[in-house]
């Protein structure tokens, strides 16, 4: 069977494996996620430090095939040919003030993403695998989901399910599918005050 | 030994303990970490998922007196009080556009905050503990870390070391020294497309 790439990503740093076995495939079986599965995502979630523990993240998931089409509207046409065979469609959204308050919260966004990276790790903690997208027309998000833009902001679009096969993918896709490098250790972080060039 | 009150944290669903176990205490021993244990915290971050795997995180770290003492300059007088104690801090930063371009990066502070949350799981692993504040004052951060505001924005400031006594703080910290719960699981979760007011 062809599962892609082998796994080109060797850590730095002693570290746990958890951080470096986690990536976005976009192959995902198409195989039911039970409700004990679903709720276990969220609550690792839920579980994520906010400012002032605001918990400015909220999420709406869609599982039945009606949801799931809904869900895939406003998703790029590249993210929804692999998107839409995922068990699990997620929007996290992240609610711009704090809460009963008019008052901005400058770290919503920030906190919506500590969110999303503790439901990445449970995944692979149940044996799945979650893929996290930018590529969904925003104002579209907001109108499937019926959120006001001046409430909340759709931060995220994100696929969960079981990983199939690459040869499952059309074949530009196929190619694609393996876990991805990153910047060395010392370009993204350092000691004192100087911060190079981005 | 005065430890602060007990752990209120009940699971609402079957999730890795992980999440669960991590928070954000105060009180921290004057004990210095190892250059492996450092390093091991920002590997864990660096291999966070991004926007088109963009990275736009990077990490300053002080561990000397006097780039502690800098460090602490643009935090809140109270933050101040007990990150100083803390044998690491951190700023960490985002970057506002995509890398060698001109073009703003929606998700930055989404993706800083997925990497904030790695490296607070990794300090857990390595029995240590990161407390992420948002008081601090953004324009000081920027002052001190020699960082244009056009270029990154300054989201957390970041305390991290072994866990100290509840008693080591002033008597106002020591009552708040304990984990803190979270709205119930349907007030942040829900199927389908009705989302509820923040």
């Not at 409700?35 to 999420?59: G, K, T, V």
């Amino acid at each position: 069977m062809n599962w892609g790439k082998p796994n080109p990503r060797i850590a730095a740093h002693e570290v746990d494996a958890m951080f470096i076995d986690r990536w976005s495939p976009r192959s995902f079986l198409d195989k039911e996620l039970t409700d004990e599965q679903i709720a276990s995502l969220f609550e690792a979630a839920r579980w994520s430090p906010s400012c002032f523990n605001d918990q400015p993240w909220h999420f709406r998931y869609a599982r039945s095939d009606t949801d799931r089409v809904l869900f895939s509207e406003p998703l790029t046409e590249k993210n929804r040919l692999w998107a839409m065979r995922a068990p699990l469609l997620i929007y996290l959204l992240a609610r711009l003030h704090f809460a009963g308050s008019s008052k901005p919260n400058r770290h919503n966004s920030f906190d919506a993403g500590a969110a999303w990276m503790s439901l990445a790790l449970q995944a692979r903690r149940l044996g799945l695998y979650a893929h996290a997208m930018a590529g969904f027309d925003v104002k579209k998000a907001h109108e499937v989901l019926n959120v006001p833009e001046d409430e909340y902001t759709v931060m995220a679009a994100i696929a969960v399910g079981y990983r199939g096969r690459a040869s499952l993918l059309t074949e530009e896709l196929a190619a694609m599918e393996s876990p991805n490098c990153r910047k060395t250790y010392s370009e993204v972080v350092g000691e004192g005050v100087v911060v190079p060039k981005g």
